[in-house]
């Protein structure tokens, strides 16, 4: 089946610098990536939604300057979490879409020290 | 028993009984709804999906039910394992917008 790829799975970083988390669809040409971010004992909360070659589209309150999503092939997209402070840490998923309907990555569990 | 915790609600069976979960989700115009189970420090994994044109749906040991009226969900799993053990979430989409999760339910299974 469809399989996205999730890097890294846990992540430990200092306040003020940047973390970048890749999602990599195996199987399938992710057409569109959509980048959710989920705090302890809540729902998956979306952050933003990437096309191939496009500008990602954020939700409303997400920093686009702070979160950047690059897109830029069928197969790879990334978040980078810039100058990370500690209420950033959080659990991050991608969910890819093509052909095969939604995919999820295994997750990326941020800590910002 | 079913309880609500500190912001997802709790359901307890015993091993072998019947699991429901419910989900009230929110958008009329969705079009196709998914069931997912999250384990800890997991990505969500996918159960069973539902479109818009029925009313039931079944997978191996789990059923979907749909009730557009009421706009509820619920997901029924037979004979529950410890295994079962995970959150659960139901998922609206409409049209190619992006999955929109529910808040979630914590099943917890009795051995």
């Known amino acids: 089946g469809a399989v996205v790829s999730q890097h890294p799975s846990r992540v430990i970083c200092k306040s003020g610098t940047s973390v970048k988390i890749e999602c990599r669809s195996l199987d399938f040409q992710a057409t569109t990536m959509f980048w959710y971010r989920q705090f302890p004992k809540q729902s998956l909360m979306l952050m933003a939604t990437?096309?191939?070659?496009?500008?990602?589209?954020?939700e409303q309150g997400v920093e686009k300057d702070k979160f950047l999503i690059n897109h830029a092939s069928l197969t790879l997209s990334t978040l980078t979490v810039t100058s990370a402070h500690p209420e950033d840490s959080s659990f991050y998923i991608c969910?890819?879409?093509?052909?095969?309907?939604?995919?999820f990555g295994s997750g990326t569990r941020l800590t910002v020290v | 028993g079913e309880s609500v915790g500190l912001h997802l609600p709790t359901l307890s069976v015993q091993e072998g009984d019947n699991s429901i979960i419910n989900c009230a989700y929110s958008n009329s115009a969705s079009d196709y709804f998914i069931w997912y189970k999250q384990e800890s420090g997991k990505g969500p994994q996918f159960i069973i999906d539902?479109?818009?044109?029925?009313d039931k749906r079944q997978g191996q040991r789990v059923t979907v039910l749909l009730n557009k009226t009421v706009k509820h969900l619920s997901l029924q799993i037979a004979a529950t394992q410890p295994g079962d053990s995970a959150v659960y979430f139901c998922?609206?989409?409409?049209?190619?917008?992006?999955?929109?999760f529910g808040k979630g339910t914590r099943l917890s299974v009795i051995a």
């Open positions: 990437s096309n191939e070659g496009s500008k990602a589209t954020y």
């Open positions: 998922a609206e989409v409409s049209g190619n917008t992006p999955l929109v």
């Open positions: 539902i479109r818009s044109n029925m």
């Open positions: 969910s890819g879409t093509g052909s095969v309907g939604y995919t």
